[in-house]
């Protein structure tokens, strides 16, 4: 990998410098680089997505019994930030073609107690924000953007993660790009980062310490730890300098699979990711759709038995335990877990090889033949 010697060296220089610890050299440097992406107001490293999430469910003043509106098709996480400040998530069924938020049933699914609406950027395609943002304005709610897998996407120019009131970035290891547990929250609205900096640091005015703006510091917020070591920015800016590079290489693995599989979906024995026209992606995932849980089962086994490894994605979380505890699936599960069934993701990672590639097309084609 490109970034391996630099990632080595900054953290070298890190761990020599004495300063490990949170809101060093590398946390300030990721910071702005994200912040520039981004167009942000404020844009803070943080010790997970989940963590970015729970910061934006506290800064939202999330409550126990308000409902926040989300897709059921998503990590655990997107719904643990707010279950953990006692609100219900509830869950709206998704668009077969993107296996995003269907927008539109989103309206439905409004009550008195709603406070927010989670959209999940799936495989880095960006949720239809127009749309999203127009309900929010015209119900007063906030907007927190599940970013996890959105770095480098966009919805009509803007960066994914910018647009809502909060956008939550991860950087752990399965990501495109990855400090091995990490993340980021991106905030709009200037007026929230001094409340945002007090969370993250406990609950504490420290950072305007740090920065001489007062004297002492001292207890003022509820808040936790949500501050990353600086060492583990340092091992991801380096890949934040050749972002740019990284996102060319894996569209370009995506773009290979897309054009080979194409006959195979023109035939209808597979279905492949939509991005629409106005939409950036980042290539975080290629899926394919099989035409059922049985076909998909036999092609993962079939593609297992000649070394090739596809997996599975979400299970939706309104079936789970604590899924059924803490949430609700409102309106009609059309596609959720249907299509949930159908998705296989193929290997993708920056630097696959056309060999690797192909070898996982072959198999494919092979398995319809
Ligand atoms: C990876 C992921 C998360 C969680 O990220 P962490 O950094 O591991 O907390 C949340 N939501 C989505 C959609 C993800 O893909």
């Not at 309104?318 to 505890?325: E, I, L, V």
Request: charged share 25%; proline share 3%; hydrophobic share 35%.
């Amino acid at each position: 990998m490109p970034y391996i010697s630099k990632a080595n060296e900054y953290m070298q220089e890190a761990i020599v410098s004495n300063k490990i610890c949170g809101d060093g050299k590398y946390t300030k440097l990721c910071n702005s680089w994200i912040k520039e992406r981004l167009g942000s107001a404020k844009v803070m490293l943080t010790t997970s997505c989940t963590h970015a999430t729970e910061m934006a469910a506290l800064l939202s003043d999330i409550k126990a019994g308000d409902e926040v509106i989300m897709p059921s098709y998503t990590f655990v996480s997107t719904a643990d930030a707010f279950v953990l400040r006692g609100a219900k998530a509830v869950f709206v069924d998704v668009r077969p073609d993107t296996m995003n938020i269907d927008e539109k049933l989103i309206e439905n699914a409004i009550t008195d107690r709603t406070k927010a609406i989670v959209p999940v950027h799936y495989a880095g395609v960006s949720c239809e924000m127009d749309e999203i943002m127009n309900i929010a304005g015209k119900y007063n709610l906030k907007v927190i953007e599940d970013a996890a897998q959105g770095l480098m996407s966009t919805y009509k120019g803007k960066s994914l993660g910018s647009i809502g009131d909060y956008g939550c970035f991860s950087f752990h290891e399965t990501k495109n790009y990855s400090m091995g547990e990490g993340g980021a929250l991106a905030i709009k609205d200037p007026s929230m980062i001094e409340r945002a900096e007090i969370i993250r640091e406990k609950g504490t005015n420290r950072s305007k310490f740090y920065r001489g703006q007062i004297d002492k510091y001292t207890w003022i917020d509820a808040g936790s730890s949500y501050l990353p070591a600086d060492l583990l920015a340092a091992y991801l800016y380096a890949q934040l300098e050749v972002a740019e590079e990284i996102n060319n290489d894996r569209l370009a693995s995506w773009n290979y699979y897309y054009e080979a599989l194409k006959p195979l979906r023109d035939k209808g024995f597979i279905e492949l990711p939509f991005v629409p026209s106005y939409c950036e992606h980042n290539a975080h995932m290629f899926y394919i759709k099989a035409k059922d849980i049985e076909e998909r089962t036999k092609l993962i086994e079939f593609l297992k038995e000649n070394g090739a490894m596809a997996v599975f994605h979400y299970i939706p979380l309104h079936g789970s335990p604590a899924g059924k505890k803490y949430g609700e699936f409102r309106g009609e599960d059309r596609y959720t877990t249907k299509e949930s069934e159908r998705l296989l993701r193929l290997p993708m990672y920056h630097k696959l090889t056309k060999e690797d590639k192909d070898t996982v097309i072959d198999l494919i084609y092979r398995f319809y033949r």
